[in-house]
């Protein structure tokens, strides 16, 4: 069994800073933990960030470049996601995603951390 757990999240003010976990555990040789999603209420779960599952490239959504950065910590199977100037907009619960090695379709989430943005 494969489990993802988001952490770091919170209410923080405009221009403030979040530094969201995801930790894996269980089958993880079988797993890559590729990115972070958000999804806020009434709209589309959307693309946050993606690093390769060697750590050496990385890609963000327009709305975050500049501001956001995804890494990794293989020895501790967990992803992170740096965030800075934080804009109201960015307030969503923000979801872990890996994916099978073998089979690309199969899909994990995390149950989500919830990030407030408000003054």
């Known amino acids: 069994q494969v489990q993802l757990v988001e952490s770091g999240g919170g209410l923080v003010q405009p221009g403030g800073s979040l530094r969201l976990s995801c930790a894996a555990s269980?089958?993880?040789?079988?797993?890559?933990?590729r990115g972070w999603y958000r999804q806020a209420p009434g709209k589309e779960r959307e693309l946050v960030a993606t690093?390769?599952?060697?750590?050496?490239?990385?890609n963000y959504a327009d709305s975050v470049k500049g501001r956001f950065t995804i890494s990794r910590d293989s020895a501790k199977n967990t992803v992170y996601l740096q965030m800075n100037s934080l804009k109201p907009e960015d307030t969503a619960v923000y979801y872990c995603n890996a994916r099978h090695i073998t089979n690309r379709g199969m899909n994990y989430w995390g149950k989500g951390t919830l990030v407030t943005v408000s003054a």
């Open positions: 690093i390769t599952s060697g750590g050496s490239s990385t």
């Open positions: 269980g089958s993880i040789f079988s797993i890559n933990v």
